[in-house]
C-alpha cells in the first residue's frame, strides 16, 4: 500500500471582504489490484481446455458514486501516438485501448489496398479502400467497445476499448492482470475477452470493493475463443467474396 496525497484549497469569507485560505491536507490509500484470467471449464493458472492461448482480456473499473474512488490518483491513458497500423494483412495491436475523445490513426503498411471499418456497439466508420503508404484517422468520441475488420481481407480483427477510467488492464500471455494505483473504494468491474466475440459487445459486470484486506480480482473465467478471430460479414452484411486473382485491391503495388 502507498499513499498520495492531494491538496484541497478551502476558502473562508470574513466579514468585511476580508479572506482567509486554509490548507488542508488529505491521504488517499491506493493499492495494485491483481488478477488471474481462465477459460471456463479449464484446468490450471493460465490454461484452456485444449492448451490453446488464454484469450486477450481487458478488465475496467469505474467507481460507483459516493463510495469511494472518485478522486482517481492513476496515471490517464495517454493519447499520444495511438494507432492501429495494418500490417501483414493483419491489425497491429489486436487490442487497443483509448481515452474517449481520442484520435487514432490507421496507417495501411501492407503492399496493397485495405477498407477499414467498424459496425459494431463502439464506433461505427467506413474507411473506404486506401493504397499502401496512406492513412486515416477516426476519432474515438464516447465510450464503448468497436470491432474493427477489413472489407477486402476476413483474416484481420481488431478491438479498440474507449475508456473514461485510467484504471484497466490488459492480460499478458498467461493470464495475469495488474492495475496500479486503485484508490481504496467501491467499484464496478468491467470484462470483455476475445471470446466473448463480437455479437456479444456489452462487457460482463459486477460491483467489488477494494480495501487493505481486498485487492484482488481472484479469477475470472471467460469463455474459451473459438480459433477464428472474431467471425464476421463484410460491410454489407454478406460474407466475404473469394479473392479475385486479376483485381487490383489484392495486387502488390510496385
Not at 492461448?53 to 474512488?69: D, E, N, S
Not at 467497445?145 to 481488431?158: G, L, V
Not at 481486498?214 to 460479414?233: C, D, F, Y
Request: proline fraction near 6%.
Amino acid at each position: 500500500m502507498s499513499y498520495r496525497r492531494s491538496l484541497i484549497w478551502v476558502a473562508m469569507l470574513w466579514t468585511g471582504g476580508a479572506g482567509l485560505h486554509a490548507q488542508a491536507t488529505t491521504e488517499v490509500a491506493i493499492t495494485t489490484v491483481r488478477g488471474r484470467v481462465e477459460v471456463i471449464g479449464a484446468r490450471g493458472a493460465g490454461k484452456t481446455r485444449h492448451g490453446a492461448a488464454i484469450p486477450g482480456t481487458v478488465v475496467w473499473l469505474t467507481p460507483m458514486a459516493g463510495a469511494g474512488g472518485e478522486a482517481t490518483t492513476a496515471t490517464p491513458i495517454s493519447s499520444a501516438n495511438l494507432r492501429l497500423a495494418q500490417k501483414n494483412k493483419s491489425f497491429e495491436p489486436h487490442i487497443l485501448v483509448v481515452p474517449a475523445g481520442s484520435m487514432v490513426e490507421f496507417p495501411n503498411r501492407d503492399p496493397f489496398f485495405h477498407n477499414v471499418f467498424s459496425l459494431f456497439e463502439g464506433k461505427r466508420f467506413d474507411l473506404g479502400l486506401y493504397e499502401a503508404g496512406t492513412s486515416r484517422m477516426v476519432r474515438f468520441d464516447r465510450p464503448g467497445i468497436s470491432y474493427i475488420f477489413c472489407n477486402i481481407h476476413p483474416e484481420m480483427s481488431a478491438v479498440v476499448i474507449t475508456l473514461t477510467t485510467p484504471l484497466y488492464a490488459i492480460s499478458n500471455g498467461g493470464g495475469k492482470l495488474s492495475l496500479a494505483g486503485v484508490p481504496y473504494g467501491r467499484y464496478m468491474l468491467h470484462v470483455w475477452s476475445e471470446g466473448m466475440g463480437a455479437e456479444n459487445a456489452q462487457p460482463l459486470t459486477r460491483e467489488i470493493t477494494i480495501s487493505e484486506n481486498a485487492s484482488s480480482l481472484g479469477v475470472i473465467r471467460v469463455p474459451e475463443a473459438n480459433g477464428q478471430r472474431m467471425a464476421h460479414k463484410n460491410k454489407y452484411g454478406r460474407e466475404y467474396d473469394e479473392p479475385t486473382p486479376n483485381n487490383s485491391v489484392y495486387q502488390q503495388q510496385r
